[in-house]
DNA sequence: TCAATTTAGTTGTGTAAGCAATCACTGTAC
DNA sequence: GTACAGTGATTGCTTACACAACTAAATTGA
């Protein structure tokens, strides 16, 4: 944050900039973090509807079904709880079953039950499931490349990725 | 993205690494900026919701109105046409009708037709909105501390804004 | 001057999210 | 064994968003 130096009864005296807004920053915020803060979610916000138009446009499923069908790809198994599922695609649990009961309306995964708690039941990828996220990825990718890659060097890449990272990992502090 | 080394037919040769998924990469793409893109998101999704938890426990109003109530703040005389808030907050045109009424239900703003176009009309912030403004920066403040600015260092603060303007500059490329 | 087009904002409708309550089952204590 | 607290997932309800259709007013232009 820019100090600013005010003429106050003859004699300057520097002052917080305030905008006129009466901001106080408390421990762990600064201007540079809150100007920080709001370049980061105006760029998620124009970055992710940018994203979805380009999947829309494409006549593919909108980007929370590939969170999905990503996470289920990548597990063992291609199977997970759903819980597991919930905390993986940051979903409250009653968000994930009306996601999945959508998914499993279209064929792109099935519910099994578990065989040990029967309480509990799998989210698995279906084939169909595998192709549809194939079949996403290009126009996500091309999508990421447009509304965010392309415009940051490779230093900046790093260091977003590292502090992104720290700042995600850290979650219920 | 790492090369990785795999023997076939008796010599080595340099594949991509694609973890099972078939993944290519676009022109502007790579792993590294993948993995950024998907640091930056689950870091916005944890991000906003420890966020909207520190509000929604404090008994305030979600982000969304802080946002409208700090655009309307920083405006000129407290007011904006309902195009020009949609657009600052990032939202639908109906979206913000919407908002706006509910803003303006809450006593936070007051509608105020145009003088020179009456088709249109003004949102304007009313004393009650400002007030209710200041009483949330300080609970949002901490979020963003606390979620965000608090796992960063000063480098990392000035690559991201920097960096971050750029793409949300950007808009539509 | 007056119809046609464009623009500002609202409204109807469908979809998706969360919270709280609930159902179904497990594990534990008595 | 049976009551009871705890857990996994679903359901009812409410809220909020987007798209598209609409109303009203301004602008164009013939």
Known sequence: MS?????????FFPVIEKKGLGQAYPEGLDRAREEAWRAFITAYAVGIEGIERGLAEAGLPPLGWYDVLLELSVAPG??????????????SRSGLTRLVDRLEGAGLLRREPTPED?????????????????????????????HFGRHLDDDEVRVLSEALRRVSGARSV
Do not use: D, K
């Not at 309480?119 to 990421?144: D, K, N, Q």
């Open 78 to 91: 291609h199977r997970l709880r759903m819980h597991e599922l919930a905390r993986a695609v940051v979903l």
């Open 118 to 146: 029967r309480r509990g039941s799998f989210a698995v990828l279906t084939e169909e499931g595998a192709r549809m996220r194939r079949r996403m990825w290009p126009v996500y990718a091309r999508g990421i490349a447009e």
């Open 3 to 11: 100090l600013c130096v005010q003429p106050l009864a003859g004699i």
